[in-house]
């Protein structure tokens, strides 16, 4: 796929992009290629670590609007240049490096916030805009967009669009493809397209769904209307402790058929007796869980007496509300280098998702099939999305010291089977292949299996309107 | 590259690390991924595993402003300040400094500043000279003040002297060694400055700081690396807090609303965010826009301008627009530097100065 080309030809197509997007906005720096080709995927960060250079990008360009992306495109699309997309890099599944080389598409340029309309309860805003700078926006009319994932601070709005991320309080608002109205898109080709303006509609298939989730691979995604909700009245925590993860799996299931809290979070024994120890300080054995009810005050009363009487008739010990509020105040530092698991470890995030039937199922055969293929691994996992008729699983594997191979190569091949392995027995046990990361480059290969024949679905999409394969090239399995 | 084992780690730890990404005010009026802590983190790091050369990072090393942003908000305390300047300091001592970096840094060590101006604006100088008797205070006016923003200077002088104050200010004021620092680090031509600065000052009891640079490293620089200084510094905005609360300025208050750009070198490097509120209050109606006290968010200055101007107006106009969120039509600035950038892009909302809230 990467395309040989010589000094000449290159000058000139350097040429036309610095005629479409501005000279200052073309970069073939050295510093531009080299942070482009590293994003938060455990093997961009591991190869980096080991002092190679990851596959970069031969021109890094910075639109600033769907006119430039749409004429960046047409130049892409006639030279067959790959087009990889790029938000803020903090993407976890290697769905931004530009692994054919090409251009890096950064959106970053087209981070204007257009309207704050709180009559429509929407901000509409460029996708190059860091998610916290919506947020803030929000705030300053009294109003939040309750979308709060780890990485609040450094994604942008397109970022999450683009792999269907999920916020800490997604039980009661929604994961992002719940939160968008409405998109501007430019297809490979250059067309700049609208989806319809109201996103529950019977005029055909939802537009929104087609472009969400599709990782740069069918078009770039370039403006969106994200909801925006009233502040609550009143937020309350309430930690509990359960024996064992069946009673809070019953309890919770019991729970969500009568009302939705807005965090929800159990921790297995392993998670609970190390990082929420840390953390937050419960230094008890069990399963340590943190529920989040909000809204109006007359209404969280109810609910937290339905939340007790609840909790209660599955055995959870009640430890009060100050577990959870100090969850809360720390749930970002989770994720700070020093807290966080980080390089020289080896770890990664097997998320998936399934009915309550067998969530808990596939969380026991994922821990067996990984402790038993690769015994110098530790298994720890947490249920942190929820819904009435199932949830997810966030089980991460960390090797660590001598175990970790110094290769890189090596420590690839490794990596590489302890996904294979994980991912593939959350498949066979009804799981899907991801919950709220994505797929990316790490997980393409297992998109046949997850989906067989329906990956012709996918595909017969990517070919119509990519016919010339240039959007992110060997993502998302396509 | 030669690197401190403390800055090594921090460099490994930042360079996978996106959680300030939302808050570096360059990166914010770029939306370039390179003007990020962990882009700057990632190239040094990759210098260290000699996978790039020092020179194919410089330009990036000298986008970062040092305003530490990024350092308030690392939970875990990482620090990235730190080894940019690091990383600075020896790429100076290897002679791999951008030439345009260069430049500016002979002209500090030639002349007393970046700039390379050794003329003093007529008005500035007039004033300067009906202060050069020896009194037990010196207003230090810093070098930005005296060639960039000789008008600015003057409004320091006149508040003073409405207020009554006897002052002296220097005819040939030295170099406080602040934009050294910025430049090159801990170098030996930044402490040889700051050393003969420290000899000159030392001859009064009291220094009043106009520019928070200034002040930043005179408080705060001189005794992490032993330069003497005996005499008293104060920052311009806490010695008029003083003047208003003693009636040595008779305030009124103006009912005008207006909100206040904290100096990062104030409300994070010296932890001072209540004084020059104290002065605003007296003279008008404080709101606050995001980002304020120790969170503030830079504005330009006027160093960097020298070599991103662009950048700096995109820098300040970001600024403006957190001033518009909360339907301010009054900006006041309390360091030369921001008031110059922000004064450069002003347009529905008024720039000035606390020298100007005050004198009226």
Known sequence: MQYQMNEFLFAMILTELEDAVGKENCSTRAIDKVTHSVDYYWLSRMWADRGCRMPEADIVVCPENAQEVSKVLKIANYYKLPVTTWGAGGGTQGGAIPVCGGIILDTKRMNKIYEVNTEGMYIECGTGAIYKHIEWAANEVGKATMHYPSSLTCSTVGGFLAHRGIGVVSTKYGKIDDMVLKMEVVLPNGDIIETCSAPKHAAGPDLNQIFIGSEGTLGIITKAQIRIFDQPEERRFRGFLFQDMTGAFKASRELLQKFKPSVMRLYDEAETASLIKKIVGVERKGAFMNVAYEGVKEMVEVEEKILLETFAKYGAEDLGSEYGEKWWKEKITFFYPGHMMDIPQMFG????????GKIEEIYWAMKAAIEKEFPQAKFIAHFSHWYEWGAMVYDRFIIEGKDVPQDPVEALRLHQRVWTTGVRTAIAHGGVVNDHHGVGIKLGRLMKEQYGPAMQVFEGIKKQLDPNGIMNPFKLGL | MIMSEKGKQHVDSCRFCWMCHHICPV????????NTARARAL????????????????DNIFECACCGACVKECVTGWDPVMFTKETRLQAAMEGKLPEYINVLVDNCIEKGN??????IDAALKEKIAAHKEKTDLVLFLGVDAIYKAPASAVNAIKVLEKAGVSFTV??????????LEYLISAANETK??????AKELNGFKTVVVYDPQDAK???????????????????FTAYLADLVKSGALKAENSGKKVVFQDPFQLARDLSETEEAREVVKAYAVLDEMLCNKKDTMWAGNILMAEWMPEVMNRVAEDRMNNARG?????IVTASVSEYTALKAVEKDVKVISIEELILG
């Open chain 2, 326 to 330: 909360v339907n301010a039509d009054t």
């Open chain 1, 349 to 356: 995030t097997m998320d998936t998702i399934a009915p309550y």
């Open chain 2, 217 to 235: 490293v005179l408080k705060r620089e001189y005794k992490e690396w032993d330069i003497a200084l005996t005499a008293e510094v104060k920052t």
């Open chain 2, 170 to 179: 220097l005819e040939k004021e030295p170099a406080s060694g602040a934009q």
């Open chain 2, 27 to 34: 990166g914010n009026a770029t939306g370039q991924e390179r």
């Open chain 2, 43 to 58: 190239g040094i790091s990759l210098v260290n595993r000699e996978a790039i050369e020092l020179s194919e990072i410089m």
């Open chain 2, 192 to 197: 040889e400055q700051m050393a003969a600065c």
């Open chain 2, 114 to 119: 970046a700039y390379g101006i050794t003329e």
